[in-house]
T-cell receptor, first 114, second 112 residues
Framework: DTAVSQTPKYLVTQMGNDKSIKCEQNLGHDTMYWYKQDSKKFLKIMFSYNNKELIINETVPNRFSPKSPDKAHLNLHINSLELGDSAVYFC?????????????FGPGTRLTVT | AQSVAQPEDQVNVAEGNPLTVKCTYSVSGNPYLFWYVQYPNRGLQFLLKYITGDNLVKGSYGFEAEFNKSQTSFHLKKPSALVSDSALYFCAVIAGGFKTIFGAGTRLFVKA
């Protein structure tokens, strides 16, 4: 009955590889997000989708490509991984776009690029 | 530009004592303010929010926060700290758009 789930929980890979992280929410929410948390715990938004439409696209390298096949899923694909991509990536969801809504976070995916 | 400041990297408090974790913000327009908590190796959990109305908002686990418009602050408080409150706390703001801006986080350490 997990509200927001992510797979995998840990991902260790080499530079230059391509990898994907999957996110699913069973809350019936319309809006989903990807955040990156660096080693200093600083949290920054990367992307946001509302009803499968891209709403927020921060200054993220185009090696990162989100995909939302339906409202309940938001995946993140990363091409040509670099050392600096090592971080914890969090998926989140909220009932809608309005700023009044709180967000529900997944457990995170710890990506280590060697 | 919107910003959120959490001036303390770490707050130390003894169990049973009151705690305060500070947050100030800078936005244009009316802010929506949030507090989240992160336990080790976990995602963020929502604690409370201020949207409008009463300046004192109550949230989960006995936490509360006071919105102060003149001081542009939204400090998190709890009357009596527990060891289990030890975690990383994030203040966040949304104003004039959809993007959430998070503060850098404050680590709370409650000593038994």
């Amino acid at each position: 009955d997990t509200a927001v789930s992510q797979t995998p929980k840990y991902l260790v890979t080499q530079m230059g590889n391509d990898k994907s992280i999957k996110c699913e929410q069973n809350l019936g929410h319309d809006t989903m997000y990807w955040y990156k948390q660096d080693s200093k715990k600083f949290l920054k938004i990367m992307f946001s989708y509302n009803n499968k439409e891209l709403i927020i696209n921060e200054t993220v390298p185009n090696r990162f490509s989100p995909k939302s096949p339906d409202k309940a899923h938001l995946n993140l694909h990363i091409n040509s991984l670099e050392l600096g991509d090592s971080a914890v990536y969090f998926c989140a969801s909220s009932p809608g776009l309005a700023g009044t809504y709180e967000q529900y976070f997944g457990p995170g995916t710890r990506l280590t690029v060697t | 530009a919107q910003s959120v400041a959490q001036p303390e990297d770490q707050v130390n408090v003894a169990e049973g004592n009151p705690l305060t974790v500070k947050c100030t913000y800078s936005v244009s327009g009316n802010p929506y303010l949030f507090w989240y908590v992160q336990y080790p190796n976990r995602g963020l959990q929502f604690l409370l929010k201020y949207i409008t109305g009463d300046n004192l908002v109550k949230g989960s686990y006995g936490f509360e926060a006071e919105f102060n418009k003149s001081q542009t602050s939204f400090h998190l408080k709890k009357p009596s700290a527990l060891v289990s409150d030890s975690a990383l706390y994030f203040c966040a703001v949304i104003a004039g758009g959809f993007k959430t801006i998070f503060g850098a986080g404050t680590r709370l350490f409650v000593k038994a």
